[in-house]
Nanobody
Framework: QVQLVESGGGLVQAGGSLRLSCAGSGRTFSNYAMGWFRQAPGKEREFVAAITWTGTTTYYSYSVKGRFTVSRDNAKNTVYLQMNSLKPEDTAVYYC???????????????????WGQGTQVTVSS
């Protein structure tokens, strides 16, 4: 029913920038909050950023705040993650996810999301 496809990952040098995209289909996209998570080898999946259904409110983890920006274009059923000032520790597989509800309650919890993309690899060299 709901499918999410991430793209835009790649290899960049520390201090560089990258923009990830997540295209959605199925459940009415614009009515749901969206989130970005990442998972590095040997580590648990962690919250990165989230955005409400209207795109007027955003949330970020402490590690990326001030460097990453999440946005959305509901007309295109797409969510973006602009990543600036990248660090080697940002290296991970990045996943987009659709929130279970219209609101962004518990936006930093994995269990708050019920649909996930396949992930896109981001590698930051030092």
């Amino acid at each position: 029913q709901v499918q999410l496809v991430e793209s835009g990952g790649g290899l960049v040098q520390a201090g560089g920038s990258l923009r990830l995209s997540c295209a959605g289909s199925g459940r009415t996209f614009s009515n749901y909050a969206m989130g970005w998570f990442r998972q590095a080898p040997g580590k648990e999946r962690e919250f990165v950023a989230a955005i409400t259904w209207t795109g007027t409110t955003t949330y970020y983890s402490y590690s990326v705040k001030g460097r990453f920006t999440v946005s959305r274009d509901n007309a295109k059923n797409t969510v973006y993650l602009q990543m600036n000032s990248l660090k080697p520790e940002d290296t991970a597989v990045y996943y987009c996810a659709q929130h279970k509800d219209y609101s962004a309650g518990n936006y930093d919890r994995i269990l708050s999301y019920d649909y996930w993309g396949q992930g896109t690899q981001v590698t930051v060299s030092s």
